[in-house]
């Protein structure tokens, strides 16, 4: 089992050495099928006052702008791609609102694999993508490579954050290809006593011995976030560890409340300076 066909979410042109990087450093990456997808608006609407009428011509210098945009991510997309051997295709999509990860949608649901890049917000890059549609709506694992854009190769040290979830379950075994390949594995458990779907004197053991029937031999380690939050105990943990991914599934409560109160995925995510890969 490995990732043999992998959506590579690309919103900009510096999104693309980084994503396509990545998957070259997999194992068997002369195995691997890169589809390349980026989406750009299939209308723009442009009112000029005082009669609030469209403005042809700068709804022309949008549309030109756009088919920029799309040649510049597609050109060097195939660049890269042609440089680091890998087999691929261009996928350029145009959508009502032009979200690249919206666009990718009904391809990623044809992959093994979704990889995308987050942005730098201290280079106040804008979150170009849409991550919830990505997790929500894709039903494939998503790997998010942190705005450096680095992924160790090999990947050698995983951490799985777990909770016993649902989630969770998906993303371990979503993640197998990459586990099985780890030369360490740890389990890391915050909270034991406090979470309803684990038997606290006995956390992370189902899990581990079933990653163990893989061939995936894996540390269990229960923390508690003491005064902080849980995403913080986590980050600890990767640290601790130096944990080249994290492993872990997303949004476990229920989205709205997420929306309203953050969560342990979003908190994760704008925190940690490694890879995660995420199910839901």
């Known amino acids: 089992m490995g990732f043999y066909t992998i959506l590579a979410v690309l919103s900009t042109v510096a999104d693309v050495t980084p994503v396509t990087s990545a998957i070259a450093g997999f194992a068997e990456s002369d195995k691997i099928h890169v589809i390349g997808c980026h989406g750009e608006p299939s209308q723009f609407v442009v009112l000029s006052a005082p009669i609030d ?25 195939k660049l890269a791609c042609n440089t680091a ?13 032009g979200d690249s990860a919206v666009s990718a ?76 390949a780890a030369k360490s594995v740890d389990i890391v458990i915050v ?19 079933s990653l163990s029937r893989h061939g ?6 229960t923390v508690s976030k003491g005064a902080g939050s849980t995403a913080e105990a986590i980050a600890a943990q990767v640290t601790a560890s130096n944990a080249d991914l994290v492993i872990m599934g997303a949004y476990t409560h229920q989205r709205l ?24």
């Not at 042809?56 to 997309?77: C, K, N, P, S």
């Not at 779907?197 to 899990?207: K, V």
């Open 191 to 209: 909270n034991a006593e406090k979470l309803p779907d684990i038997d606290a004197p006995l956390a992370g053991t189902d899990i581990a011995a």
């Open 105 to 180: 949608l009904t391809t990623s649901r044809s992959c093994d694999l979704v990889m995308v890049r987050q942005p730098d917000r201290e280079a106040d890059e804008d979150m170009a993508t849409n991550i919830d549609a990505l997790l929500f709506e894709g039903g494939r694992p998503v790997l998010f490579l942190p705005p450096s854009g680095e992924l160790a190769s090999p990947v050698e040290r995983i951490l799985i954050a777990w909770d016993g979830s649902r989630e969770a379950a998906r993303a371990a075994h979503d993640g197998l290809p990459l586990l099985k």
């Open 216 to 221: 995936v031999h894996a540390n269990v380690t």
């Open 257 to 280: 409340r997420e929306w309203l109160f953050g969560g342990v995925t979003r908190a994760f995510l704008d925190r940690t300076p490694v890879a995660v890969l995420m199910s839901r």
């Open 53 to 77: 009428v469209p403005d042809a011509a700068t709804i022309a210098a949008l549309y030109e702008q756009a088919d920029q945009r799309m040649r510049e991510v597609g050109d060097a997309f």
């Open 85 to 97: 051997g890998l087999s691929h295709e261009w996928r350029p999509v145009r959508s009502a609102g």
